[in-house]
Structure formats: structure tokens, C-alpha cells
């Protein structure tokens, strides 16, 4: 997986995090009255809103990413097996050394 597919799924995870802060923040303050409280819960459920169906979009493509790189590993690896086994042998090589020095 590349850093912006980690980054990318991080950053869904955060936004989901902060919209079930903000929507508990709107819940809290459902009892407090005026017009600026209002009018800012208001703006805020829109921007949550926005933010839910950009993170849906989001999120379809890191799928989408992820789907496409599998597909892609999937047809190398059955094109070339050998090579295949090959690189996953020398990693498992290295990982073991890399294990052993400790």
C-alpha cells in the first residue's frame, strides 16, 4: 500500500472521528437557545453533512485503489511465479536476519 493510500485511509478515520465529535457537540448544546447558537448549529450540520458525503467519496476510492493494486499483484504474480516466489523468499530472508540480530 503507497504512503498516500495509508494517508488517505488515516485521514477518513480522523474525519469519521471528528464528525461523531461534532455531531455529540450539536446533541450537547440542542437545549441552548439565540439566534448565533442557531444559526451556528445550522452551519455546522450543513458543514457535517458536506463533510459525510466527501468522505463517502473519499473512502470509494481508497476501495476503488486498494481493488485495482490487488488485481494487479493478483495477474503478476500468476504471470510470473517464480519471480513471485522469489521476492517473497528473499523478503522472508531479510526479515528473519533483521529478526535474528535482535
Given at each position: ?59 470509494s476510492a ?41
Amino acid at each position: 500500500m503507497t504512503m498516500n493510500a495509508v494517508s488517505t485511509e488515516k485521514f477518513v478515520a480522523d474525519a469519521k472521528i471528528l464528525m461523531s465529535d461534532t455531531e455529540e457537540l450539536i446533541k450537547a448544546t440542542a437545549a441552548q437557545t439565540g439566534d448565533k447558537i442557531t444559526e451556528a448549529r445550522s452551519r455546522t450540520q450543513q458543514a457535517l453533512a458536506n463533510a459525510r458525503q466527501t468522505l463517502v467519496r473519499a473512502e470509494s476510492a481508497v476501495v476503488e485503489r486498494s481493488k485495482a493494486s490487488a488485481e494487479i499483484i493478483d495477474r503478476s504474480v500468476h504471470e510470473h511465479p517464480w519471480a513471485a516466489a522469489g521476492v517473497s523468499a528473499a523478503a522472508g530472508l531479510l526479515v528473519g536476519l533483521l529478526i535474528g540480530r535482535r
